[in-house]
């Protein structure tokens, strides 16, 4: 509410005036509610899963020790499970720049807050796209940060061993700022690493190979994608790659036992009370709970086999 913005913004001036150096004094973002912020509820977007947390996380601690406030919690596809923006008993954030368009998910609300200029940026989460794809499509800077560069305690997992918290915003400057604030080492999330920064050089840029590249009947996005290829190699060298081995990593994440993780995210839910769940998201959760141990493993290993199969693009591209 407005008194409790002023008071928050009258801190941050104090803490100016004491001589504090506050990269993001005073800067407004918002939080995808599935994140914790003290003071707030946290939904997930399912009203019968929400609880009041004790304790921010730790992105929200590191961006507040930073001087920014958070005005607001946002919408998205509820347990994070979707692309689209529409899995909400909130309502349905709409497109920026189309209202009949959908604004992308999980993260909706988020891209939606930031491309109406209501918030500097907001945080999001990515696991299969849901910070990329609403980012990309409300015309926005949507960085997803290596695994493990980010803090993800505080965060309602979706599946815990891949999720990242996301940054949405105008300007790749103002997302490599939000960057430096939350980039560093937490004991208290397992999935934490050291940061190790690898200086980037070259301009080889991998694009799918073109019978790859799937528009499914929409002739308009396949001349705006190949028109964005022209110019983008303009200013760099442009590699095709052959992406079915990285689609059929993808695959393994909702059609393989991937899905159990996102089961056990809300497990005693699904067991107790399963028509609180949007029933799409429902639909996709709820298989998880028969997967066996075998299908597990044979997916990890798999997955490992891909990955080699991944590594070796980066001799190819930057």
């Known amino acids: 509410d407005a008194a409790a913005l002023r008071a928050a913004a009258a801190a941050i001036d104090a803490r100016v005036a004491a001589g504090e150096r506050l990269p993001l004094a005073g800067v407004p973002y918002a939080a995808k509610d599935n994140i914790d912020v003290l003071g707030f509820e946290t939904t997930a977007a399912c009203p019968a899963f929400a609880y009041a947390p004790e304790r921010s996380a730790t992105v929200i601690e590191r961006l507040e020790a930073a001087g920014a406030i958070c005005v607001g919690k946002t919408n998205l596809d ?110 208290e999330d397992a999935w934490s690493r050291p940061l190790a920064d690898v200086p980037l050089g070259g301009k080889r840029i991998g694009v799918p190979r073109k019978g790859q590249r799937q528009f499914f009947g929409d002739f308009e996005a396949e001349y705006l994608y190949d028109r964005a290829l022209a110019v983008l190699a303009r200013e760099a060298e442009l590699v095709e790659i052959d992406i079915v081995p990285l689609l059929e990593a993808a695959q393994l994440l909702y059609g393989g036992p991937w899905v159990a993780e996102r089961t056990a995210a809300i497990a005693p839910l699904l067991e107790s009370n399963p028509l609180a769940i949007d029933p799409v998201v429902r639909q996709v959760i709820a298989p998880g709970g028969a997967m066996l141990a075998t299908e597990l493993w044979n997916g990890i290993y798999r997955l490992a086999e891909l990955a080699r199969v991944a590594e070796a693009m980066w001799g190819e591209v930057d």
């Open 78 to 187: 509820q347990f994070a499970t979707g692309l689209v923006g529409t899995r909400s008993p909130y309502g349905i954030p709409r497109n920026v720049y189309n209202r009949d368009y959908v604004s992308g998910g999980s993260s909706s609300g988020s891209a939606v807050a930031t491309a109406a200029g209501l918030v500097a940026f907001a945080l999001g989460t990515d696991t299969a796209g849901s910070g990329r794809v609403p980012a990309a499509f409300n015309h926005l800077i949507g960085l997803k940060p290596t695994k493990g560069r980010w803090s993800t305690r505080g965060l309602v997992p979706a599946c815990r061993s891949l999720d990242c918290i996301t940054v949405f915003a105008d300007r790749l400057e103002d997302a490599a700022l939000v960057d430096s604030v939350l980039a560093g080492f937490d004991a």
